[in-house]
């Protein structure tokens, strides 16, 4: 009955994503039973922003890559955005998807409790990252910076949680 799918200005899945979305699309005729196709959006950078000098296998594949991204934004029916960022960016990049889906944005959470709960011995010095392992999520920045951390913050202890294309980078690094 429902499809969820990676947001639509994820380009490196956009081939998949589509696929996906026609096999979903056609088996939902067959059986007489639709598909609802839905995606949470996050995404707050715009991944054609001009890349320096592409050549013209880049700029092909960049044309590409647009029009598989219009194609997917196109068979979405509902978006959840996760920030009214994405929703602007996605409005402004696709505007196909706003028109054609149902869209709600996720207001922001308030802040956390400073506080720990009761029963929690707060160490200061300890990061979480869970997430995958991949350069947009600052994966990089991250194991760059981390030297200076324990320069300024000798007990701070790093834990990381995921895994992804950089997790050899990250195994290298521990």
């Known amino acids: 009955?429902?499809?969820?799918?990676?947001?639509?200005?994820?380009?490196?899945?956009?081939?998949?994503?589509?696929?996906?979305?026609?096999?979903?699309?056609?088996?939902?005729?067959?059986?007489?039973?639709?598909?609802?196709v839905v995606t949470y959006a996050i995404a707050n950078d715009d991944p054609f922003r001009p890349a320096p000098g592409p050549g013209p296998a880049g700029r092909a594949r960049r044309r590409l890559d647009r029009l598989l991204v219009r194609l997917v934004a196109r068979s979405v029916d509902r978006v959840a955005f996760g920030t009214e960022a994405a929703a602007e960016l996605y409005h402004r990049l696709v505007p196909q998807l706003a028109a054609r889906a149902e869209t709600v944005v996720l207001p922001?959470?308030?802040?956390?409790?400073?506080?720990?709960?009761?029963?929690?011995?707060?160490?200061?010095?300890?990061?979480?990252?869970?997430?995958?392992?991949?350069?947009?999520?600052?994966?990089?920045?991250?194991?760059r910076a981390w030297p200076d951390v324990v320069a300024a913050r000798p007990d701070a202890t790093l834990t990381l949680v995921g895994t992804g294309p950089l997790l050899a980078d990250v195994r290298a690094f521990v």
């Open 1 to 36: 009955r429902e499809l969820e799918v990676n947001e639509p200005l994820m380009v490196s899945s956009a081939r998949r994503t589509l696929a996906a979305v026609v096999v979903v699309r056609l088996t939902g005729l067959l059986r007489r039973r639709p598909v609802r």
């Open 108 to 143: 922001g959470l308030p802040a956390a409790c400073p506080c720990p709960p009761a029963d929690v011995d707060p160490d200061p010095g300890a990061v979480l990252f869970v997430g995958s392992l991949e350069e947009r999520k600052g994966v990089p920045l991250l194991l």
